[in-house]
């Protein structure tokens, strides 16, 4: 009997963690919180200077826990025109990039508690898009917009 007690709490805790693991990393967002995926820059005279990319959302973590989701919409600069191709390419790269820098910015509550850290995202960011597509290329990573989702709100 106490195997089956043990057994039952064991696939209910795993059951729990499981569920967890879902509703933070992998569920979609609610429709109302999502931002739609900019469309590719289509024309204007720095249209082969610059490139949108897709909403990346980086979840806060506070002692093991998901605290916010800060979402950012990113547009990337380069000081000359480079290849269309060559930028696609590149891309998973720079995403992984930036997502790093983010997260390492953000792990530090002093930096994440300020009520302004924009100018230090954006410092981080120009500094990991260099170290994709070499130095001095990304000319500047313009932070079209930023929201903070707190799991659970929707």
Do not use: C, Y
Request: aromatic fraction near 4%; proline fraction near 6%; charge should be neutral.
């Amino acid at each position: 009997m106490k195997r089956v007690v043990i057994l039952v709490a064991l696939v209910l805790i795993l059951a729990g963690a499981g569920g967890a693991g879902w509703w933070f990393f992998l569920r979609e967002a609610p429709a109302e919180d999502s931002v739609a995926a900019d469309e590719p820059d289509s024309g204007g005279p720095d249209s082969e200077r610059s490139v949108k990319l897709d909403p990346i959302v980086v979840p806060i973590l506070r002692e093991g826990q998901v605290i916010q989701h800060l979402t950012l919409l990113l547009q990337v600069e380069f000081a000359a025109p480079e290849a269309k191709e060559h930028v696609k390419n590149m891309t998973p790269r720079l995403r992984n990039s930036l997502l790093k820098e983010l997260h390492g910015v953000l792990a530090f509550r002093h930096i994440n508690e300020q009520e302004e850290i924009l100018p230090i995202v954006r410092k981080r960011l120009l500094k990991a898009g260099n170290d994709v597509f070499g130095p001095g290329r990304v000319s500047a990573v313009l932070v079209q917009g930023m929201s903070r989702r707190v799991p659970g709100d929707g």
